[in-house]
C-alpha cells in the first residue's frame, strides 16, 4: 500500500478508530513492493498511487491493554493569562461514570489529501459522522467503572480525485459498498467491554478487534493522580510502528503531552499534543507517523466525571516522501461532542 491509500485509508476509518476497540481498524491489505495491486485487464503503466508505494502503518499500536497508561507530571508552570482566581486553586479530575446509563457522543471526522509527484498529483477526501455509546453497566466499590462500547450508527464517504463519492448511510443503506462492509457488519453490535479506573486508566478490556490509534486518542484520557493547578502538564508514553519501503519495521517513540489550560464553570479545558521522541528524520517513516500525532483541545467536566468534547486537528506537509520530487499535504479534523 502506499502513503497516499495509508492517507486514505486513515480518512475513511478516521472516526472509526478513534475508538482502539472496534473490529473496522484495518487497512486494506498492502501491496508488497513491487507488486501494485491493480485489476486484471487494466493498463500495466504504474499510476501514481503506485509508484508512491510506502507500506502501511501496521494496526497493532494499541493492544489490549492489561497494564496501567503510566502517567507522569512534567512541569508545574502557569500561563501567562491566569485569572485571579486560579493562581492557588488545585482541582482533582477524576472520571465518575454512573451505573446503568448510556453516554452517547457524535464525531465529525473530516480528511483531505494531496499527493504530488513530479508533475503527476492525486487528491482524496473522506467525511464520516458516527454516534458512539457507552453503555455504562457497572461501578465496583473501588470506584472502577465498566462499560460496553458501541456504534450506534454512521454516515460516511470518500471521493479519490474527480471519480465517485462513495457513501454509506447505515440508516438507510441495506447493500453498503465493499469498502465499508466492515464498518456495515459492526453497527449497533457491542465491539468492546472496557473496564476504567477513575484516572482513565483501563484496567481491563474484551475486545472483537485491536486497532490503530491514528493520533485521536485512546479510550479515555489519562489524568494525574494527583491535585493540579493551571499550567500543569502531564506525559504518557506510546510507540507508533510504521515500516520503511524496504519492508523493514520501525518503531517511533512519542509523548502524549496534556497541559491544564483553565478551568470555567466546573469544566477543565486540557490540550494535548504529540511529541516525537524518536527523530523524523526519513520522510517515508514521517508520512505514516503524522496521521498518528495528535493536536487539540479537550473539555473535562471536574464535577460529572466525564469528557464533554474533543476537538483534534492535523495539518502537516511531508516533502520526499517518495523521491525528491514528491510532496503530500494532508489535513484533518474531528470533532467529538457529548450529548
Not at 33 to 39: E, L, Q, S
Request: aromatic share 6%.
Amino acid at each position: 500500500m502506499n502513503v497516499y491509500r495509508l492517507f486514505l485509508a486513515a480518512g475513511i476509518v478516521g472516526f472509526w478508530v478513534l475508538f482502539p476497540t472496534c473490529i473496522f481498524s484495518q487497512s486494506p491489505t498492502p501491496a508488497k513492493r513491487g507488486t501494485p495491486a491493480v485489476k486484471k485487464n487494466q493498463p500495466k503503466e504504474p499510476t501514481l498511487a503506485e509508484r508512491a508505494e510506502t507500506p502501511a502503518t501496521e494496526t497493532v499500536t494499541e493492544k489490549p491493554a492489561r497494564e496501567k497508561s503510566k502517567v507522569t507530571l512534567v512541569s508545574k508552570g502557569k500561563p501567562a493569562d491566569l485569572d485571579s482566581t486560579s493562581n492557588s486553586e488545585r482541582y482533582k479530575l477524576r472520571y465518575n461514570l454512573k451505573a446503568d446509563t448510556r453516554i452517547v457522543s457524535e464525531v465529525t471526522h473530516l480528511a483531505k489529501t494531496n499527493t504530488k509527484i513530479n508533475d503527476e498529483s492525486q487528491s482524496s477526501q473522506s467525511r464520516s459522522v458516527s454516534k458512539k455509546a457507552w453503555a455504562v453497566s457497572k461501578v465496583a466499590q473501588n470506584g472502577d467503572m465498566t462499560f460496553v462500547h458501541q456504534v450506534d450508527s454512521v454516515e460516511m464517504s470518500q471521493q479519490i480525485g474527480d471519480g465517485e463519492e462513495l457513501r454509506y448511510n447505515s440508516a438507510t443503506d441495506k447493500e453498503p459498498n465493499a469498502i465499508f462492509e466492515k464498518v456495515a457488519e459492526t453497527i449497533g453490535k457491542p465491539l468492546a467491554t472496557i473496564t476504567i479506573n477513575a484516572l482513565g486508566q483501563v484496567v481491563e478490556r474484551s475486545d472483537e478487534a485491536v486497532g490503530s490509534n491514528l493520533g485521536m486518542g485512546d479510550i479515555a484520557i489519562p489524568l494525574p493522580e494527583e491535585e493540579i493547578e493551571i499550567g500543569t502538564q502531564w506525559e504518557t508514553p506510546r510507540e507508533i510502528r510504521v515500516r520503511r519501503t524496504d519492508g523493514t519495521p520501525k518503531v517511533v517513540k512519542v509523548r502524549e503531552l496534556y497541559t491544564l489550560e483553565k478551568v470555567s464553570a466546573g469544566v477543565a479545558v486540557i490540550s494535548i499534543r504529540t511529541e516525537p521522541l524518536t527523530p523524523l528524520s526519513e520522510p517515508e517513516v514521517e508520512s505514516q507517523a503524522v496521521q498518528q500525532m495528535s493536536n487539540g483541545t479537550i473539555r473535562f467536566d471536574v464535577d460529572a466525571g466525564k469528557l464533554i468534547s474533543k476537538k483534534l486537528a492535523w495539518d502537516k506537509t511531508v516533502v520526499g516522501f517518495s523521491g525528491a520530487g514528491s510532496v503530500m499535504d494532508y489535513s484533518a479534523r474531528l470533532d467529538e461532542v457529548v450529548q
